[in-house]
């Protein structure tokens, strides 16, 4: 086994996370106060309010159906980040109800326990890891 992977698991079991919300998303890795952010984008979904010439029922499924492709390619690019560095065990975080309909429309890989879903604020890459982190530990004490 090499020196670098002895050194990796004698410092912790690492977590993944993902921050979500309808406008960006981010997914990063963390072990105690470390993270290390593995992907940012932005969802470019239209926005509540309808268009002129569609139907409300029309403009109301094409939104939905933007959410759940977001929410697969959040899903497909965690497992591909996670999985490949043998983490299993995630946090779902953002605000709203957009962590909890992810989580229930079953996109994440079967082999992922989600730990917690964390309300945050923030789903960037700078602020929203250190705020998720800080909630879900002082929610678990």
């Not at 290390?36 to 509540?48: A, C, E, N, R, T």
């Not at 139907?55 to 697969?72: L, V």
């Amino acid at each position: 086994m090499p020196l670098e992977q002895l050194a990796d698991e004698a410092a912790g079991e690492k977590y993944g996370m993902i921050l979500i919300d309808t406008n960006e998303a981010t997914v990063a890795w963390f072990r105690g106060e470390t993270v290390v952010p593995l992907w940012h984008d932005f969802s470019g979904i239209m926005g509540k309010h309808g268009q002129g010439g569609q139907s409300q029922r029309r403009f109301e499924r094409g939104h939905e159906e933007q959410r759940k492709q977001w929410w697969r390619k959040i899903a497909e690019v965690a497992k591909q980040s996670f999985l490949a560095s043998g983490i299993t065990k995630v946090l779902v975080c953002g605000p709203g109800f957009t962590k909890q309909d992810m989580v229930k429309d079953n996109v994440l890989d079967y082999r992922f326990q989600v730990l917690a879903l964390v309300d945050c604020e923030y789903t960037d890459d700078v602020a929203g890891p250190r705020e998720a982190i800080l909630r879900w530990k002082s929610s678990s004490t």
